[in-house]
């Protein structure tokens, strides 16, 4: 009878959601800084999986404050989950999606300042253990000034509570290698990433 309780027990800590990564929500003020996501420079912020006896996890949610007031009804916002790649900048890792890959779309219905999205990701949306991600904003807004924007988190991260810089920005911009490219961000002391909450499952 011990060992059934002890092995429901387990079974039910295994199968507990876990948050993998929380940027803080954004402060409401007059004035907040984030990012400015158009169709030519989506962004991207980096949160690392699970690592529970070595189990791959799959999400359970993921949710994100963008400001929608300047973009049009017919715009839309997708978000997807994708693996880390190896960069050609000053970090090692950028997003690399899956052409595969079929992302979330959020039509934009109604103009808000602080419209917290929300996202249930399929159930194949499996992430392997301790491995590196990117949540990727993309939009079909061409103007900056009709511009989604996307918060930054209020948490700032540093060496204190992210030893391993996996709170990290990305976006794609005019390279000196030619073209448009993912370019993540520096992981400064202190740094601000864009908001994002991710809760997954083993």
Known sequence: MQFLS?????LATTSAAQTLFDSGLPEDRAVTYG??????MPWAVQFRAGSL??????IESVEFMVNTLKAGKDSWIEADICFSEPGTGLVEGVPGCANDSTPMRFNIEKQEKRALLKWSPPANK??????KY???LTTNVE????AV????GSTRFGRNNDPKDDALAATKMLVPWGGMDWVAEEPLDHRRVPHAKIVARA
């Open 6 to 10: 002890t092995l429901a027990l387990a």
């Open 35 to 40: 990012a400015v996501i158009t169709q030519k």
């Open 53 to 58: 006896c070595g189990e791959g996890q799959s």
């Open 126 to 131: 499996t992430l392997l253990p301790n491995a």
């Open 134 to 136: 990117w949540l990727v």
């Open 143 to 146: 103007d900056t000034e009709k």
């Open 149 to 152: 924007y996307w918060y930054h």
